[in-house]
């Protein structure tokens, strides 16, 4: 495992903690950060250590979106191919966190803007510290939203209210995001990142197939009718059954003690 001076990576008790690590800028991504950040998710998904990942930002933001040093023209040359840099930096992050079949968990612990905000929503579970805020900020650059946001957003508040976010750009109080569904709690600053490793350390301490397994259901069912859905839940349920961690569940309940799961 190895980071650079953009990322932090720290790992115990089956947690791999991430951090994004250029606070002065508010966290916002350069190509360099996005490919530390797609190399931490893969490393991740191979290394049955992991068994759940916390994504979090240092200092007082998370993130900031793109940082727009990289999206300008250099000198009096042309204007860099913006939908390039979604393709490299972007999508291969989105793509990874939305097929680890592992819990991916997030802990905005302030301003998460643009690219920033569409990557605390595209996470499994997403914890806000009391005093953040969410801006599609897009719109203010004559831009549309990226990193999943067109999917995820309308999905979890529907039409109007994601046109409306991404139309007006206005700050998204966390209580509010939480309320319209965009994300799991909110907590108080000082307690935002405690909050969430432990829950973190116990989702890494159960069945993490199983989850792998949910999160594939779940991704399925964005494109799925109702009868493919049922025949995916009967696939991964039959995948699932034959896991050593069901078996321990099946014992541990037939025996009254708590189970002891391994991860496979």
Not at 95 to 103: C, D, H, T, Y
Not at 154 to 168: I, S
Request: proline share 4%; hydrophobic share 50%; net charge negative.
């Amino acid at each position: 495992m190895s980071a650079s001076s953009s990322l932090l990576l720290e790992q115990a008790d089956g947690v791999l903690l991430i951090t994004l690590n250029r606070p002065d800028v508010l966290n916002s991504f350069t190509l360099e950060m996005a490919e530390a950040l797609q190399a931490a998710l893969a490393y991740a998904a191979r290394d049955e250590s992991v068994r759940a990942v916390v994504l979090t930002g240092a200092g007082r933001g998370f993130c900031a979106g793109q940082d727009l040093a990289e999206a300008l023209p250099k000198g009096d040359g042309p204007m860099p191919d913006i939908g390039e840099i979604v393709v490299k930096c972007y999508n291969p992050i989105i793509r990874a966190i939305r097929s680890l079949e592992k819990p991916v968990l997030c802990a905005v612990n302030g301003i998460a803007a643009g690219a920033g905000a569409n990557l605390a929503f595209a996470c499994d579970l997403t914890w806000a510290a009391d005093d953040v805020s969410f801006v599609e900020s897009f719109a203010k650059l004559g831009l549309i939203p990226d990193t999943s946001g067109t999917f995820f957003v309308p999905r979890l508040v529907g039409h109007q209210r994601a046109t409306g976010m991404f139309f007006l750009a206005e700050k998204l109080p966390a209580t509010k995001a939480r309320d319209w569904g965009l994300i799991w709690d909110v907590v108080p600053k000082a307690e935002l990142l405690d909050t969430v490793m432990k829950v973190a350390r116990q989702l890494a301490s159960q069945a993490t197939r199983g989850f792998g397994l949910t999160k594939r259901a779940l991704l399925a069912s964005a494109a799925n009718g109702l009868d493919a859905q049922l025949d995916v839940e009967a696939a991964c349920m039959t995948e699932a059954g034959k896991t050593a961690d069901y078996a321990e569940g099946v014992r541990a309940f037939l025996e009254k003690r708590a189970p002891v799961y391994r991860g496979a």
